[in-house]
């Protein structure tokens, strides 16, 4: 069955640093989206991405963060100076239909922490 | 607005029991899927079951079903004959522009 891949599964990283979470979405989806969830909470949107630019942002998704497509596989979440309230799982999502209904699938996630 | 509420942030049952988990909605659309999903402690997000907003028949997937009553917005999760594998997190889920998820439910299923 086709899946969503997330690199790497954990990260731990300095406070103020970059870093790039790298995902590999369903190779014929279309729509591509970012989730966080902080430890033992809701899971929340960040960004959703179709046809090479970002459809919807959360507010939680500020100037600190970016999403890119560098080639046909790839999608990207940069976080540009990572705080300490970052720490988080981050899941990349992608769905190939043209509504919302038909059902996302999610990658592995990501563990990011920031120290 | 799109919500999705739980109002279970934890539940428990013995093994090869009954367990149901609740969840109700809002949502100003007409048709529409609903969603539960699972998070085991790996933390992957997997799908559970879905259903069809215009479809009378609750949804099955094995030991999942569905208790989907379209006017009062409910949409429960009963999980019959619980393992010990299904010790998860259930998040309950509505798509509108993105997926609007419920705050979950813990649920520990116990030997």
């Known amino acids: 069955e086709p899946e969503v891949t997330q690199t790497p599964s954990h990260q731990v990283t300095q406070m103020g640093q970059e870093v790039i979470l790298r995902c590999v979405p369903i190779?014929?989806?279309?729509?591509f989206y970012w989730y966080r969830q902080i430890l033992g909470q809701k899971v929340e949107f960040l960004v959703s991405f179709y046809n090479n630019e970002i459809s919807e942002k959360s507010e939680i998704f500020d100037d600190q963060f970016s999403v890119e497509r560098p080639d046909g596989s790839n999608f990207t979440l940069k976080i540009r100076s990572t705080k300490l309230e970052d720490s988080a799982m981050y899941f990349c999502?992608?769905?190939?239909?043209?509504?919302?209904?038909?059902?996302?699938?999610f990658g592995s996630g990501t563990r990011l922490t920031v120290v | 607005a799109q919500t999705v509420t739980q109002s279970q942030p934890e539940m428990s049952v013995q093994e090869a029991e009954t367990v149901t988990l609740s969840c109700t909605y809002d949502?100003?659309?007409?048709?529409?899927?609903l969603f539960w999903y699972k998070q085991p402690p790996s933390r992957q997000m997997i799908l559970v079951i879905r259903q069809e907003a215009y479809k009378q028949q609750n949804a099955t997937e094995n030991r999942f079903s569905v208790n989907f009553q379209k006017a009062a917005k409910s949409f429960s999760l009963k999980i019959s004959d619980s393992q010990l594998g299904d010790t998860a997190m259930y998040f309950c889920a509505l798509p509108s522009r993105d997926m609007r998820f419920g705050a979950g439910t813990r649920l520990t299923v116990k030997p």
């Open positions: 999502a992608s769905r190939g239909g043209d509504s919302p209904n038909y059902g996302y699938t």
């Open positions: 949502t100003s659309e007409n048709n529409y899927y």
């Open positions: 190779s014929n989806h279309l729509y």
